[in-house]
């Protein structure tokens, strides 16, 4: 099993670029997470997915839109990058619908933006 | 809302010495989660603590939980230069809030 994978692994964006990460899991895991690490700050939740077809915002949903594709897949877009949106960009998944499970993370997103 | 403290911030430890961080919650846990961090890496799930006054094991790593579920420790003994990474708390009260971690380098 590859667990959590994320693509891609590094981004370089210019302001008012627009992108999406990718993520999935092969663990049959119900819900998916996308959060963000900036130094200092620990990792913040954008958005999650406690199943299949649902989506909600988390503590910094701002600029960002999120797509639960099927079981596997969460996708997360910036539809027009800022330089506060560089950061390591991390996917987890949750065998549970809470989030109060052990969360597997991907290998992360090191995105930046000029 | 609620909010997870997590300290020090940063730790230098000459190898064999004893490491200890800790995290302290705005409000009453449901549970915390101790997640290692490798420089460079993805954070790593290490342990769940769900009871008042839970003690944990692994190895060297000591995990408790306080008796009014606000408050977690992580200890390690005899550090080596594996254990570098940081090191993060993640709390969860219907919402699951992570510390800002702290950063564990060792000197051989």
């Known amino acids: 099993n590859a667990g959590v994978t994320q693509t891609p692994k590094f981004q370089v964006l210019k302001t008012g670029q627009s992108m999406t990460l990718q993520c999935a899991q092969d663990?049959?895991?119900?819900?998916m997470y996308w959060y963000r690490q900036d130094p200092g700050m620990g990792l913040r939740l954008i958005y999650y997915?406690?199943?299949?077809?649902?989506?909600d915002k988390g503590e910094v949903p701002n600029g960002y839109n999120v797509s639960r594709l099927n079981k596997r897949e969460f996708s997360l877009r910036l539809e027009s990058a800022a330089p506060s949106q560089t950061s390591v960009y991390f996917c987890a998944s949750t065998r549970g619908p809470s989030k109060g499970y052990e969360q597997y993370f991907g290998p992360g997103t090191r995105l930046t933006v000029t | 809302g609620q909010q997870v403290m997590q300290i020090p911030q940063y730790q230098h430890v000459q190898e064999g010495e004893d490491f200890t961080t800790y995290c302290n919650s705005s409000t009453t846990l449901s549970n915390i989660q101790w997640y290692k961090q490798r420089p460079g890496g993805h954070p790593v799930f290490l342990i769940q603590l769900v009871k008042s006054g839970e003690v944990k094991k692994q190895k060297r790593l000591t995990f408790q939980f306080g008796e009014a579920k606000k408050n977690s420790s992580l200890h390690i003994t005899a550090t080596q230069t594996t254990d570098v990474g940081t090191y993060f708390c993640a709390g969860y009260d219907n919402d699951m809030r992570f510390g800002a971690g702290t950063r564990l380098t060792v000197k051989p």
């Open positions: 663990m049959n895991h119900n819900s």
């Open positions: 997915s406690a199943s299949e077809g649902t989506t």
